[in-house]
């Protein structure tokens, strides 16, 4: 996922979360996210 953008990373968790999708594409994504240091508020996406 190094192609894509921290914006992307984000706003794809966000909607993945919103979409109830699979907990493993969720994890897969939050892997991504802690390797570029990214946080996001899991209280107020979940």
């Not at 192609?3 to 994504?29: C, G, M, N, R, T």
């Amino acid at each position: 996922m190094r192609e894509q953008s921290d914006e992307f990373i984000l706003d794809a968790y966000k909607k993945a979360v919103k979409l109830k999708l699979e907990p493993e594409f969720l994890h897969l994504l939050e892997e991504e996210l802690e390797r570029r240091s990214l946080k996001i508020h899991t209280t107020t996406v979940r």
